[in-house]
């Protein structure tokens, strides 16, 4: 790997220096400067989700995510994906986001942060928002795990997720 990453660049490749030049069939061919072909790159995907800070009584609605899909059995907040063209949600998209996500709309939800992630081609907004005040409308999202702010750093969390944790 030290080689691939120190003499053997895609770019600019240091024959001279190589301890293998003498082996090398694209070094006697003199075509060490066209390799690797790599083609064309695939076009990076948006992808904007709206997650859900529930909060009540001091704790904090999370869930786990099943086996079988990209990050699996790590904990996250409830979240759903938006469309794209809905990047820049208004209040009223937020609570039916809230609805889709928790199966309730909490009395208050404000904006918290927003987090900005990138997984192989996607480059995920991940809109956070704090979410209180479920015993107004009577409904408690029941779906996931109430825990405190201590049992949260305990769990693995999927990566941009772990980024709202850290700001709580």
């Not at 400067?33 to 790599?38: A, C, E, Q, T, V």
């Not at 907040?77 to 949600?89: D, S």
Request: glycine letters at 6%.
């Amino acid at each position: 790997m030290e080689l691939g990453a120190l003499i053997c660049t895609p770019k600019q490749p240091r024959c001279d220096k190589c301890p293998l030049a003498a082996h090398c069939l694209a070094f006697r061919q003199g075509r060490a400067d066209k390799l690797p072909n790599l083609g064309r790159r695939t076009r990076a995907t948006s992808r904007f989700f709206a997650a859900f800070v529930a909060r009540h009584r001091g704790r904090y609605l999370v869930r786990q995510r099943p086996g079988g899909i990209v990050n699996a059995h790590l904990w996250e907040f409830p979240n759903i994906e938006l469309a794209p063209t809905v990047a820049k949600v208004p209040a009223s998209g937020l609570k039916e986001a809230a609805l889709a996500a928790l199966g309730t709309i909490p009395a208050t939800l404000e904006r918290f942060c927003t987090i900005k992630h990138s997984i192989t081609r996607y480059r995920i907004t991940l809109e956070a928002l704090q979410a209180t005040g479920f015993r107004a409308n009577g409904t408690l999202p029941s779906e996931g795990v109430w825990l405190s702010l201590p049992q949260l750093r305990r769990l693995p969390f999927a990566a941009a997720h772990k980024k709202i944790l850290n700001q709580l």
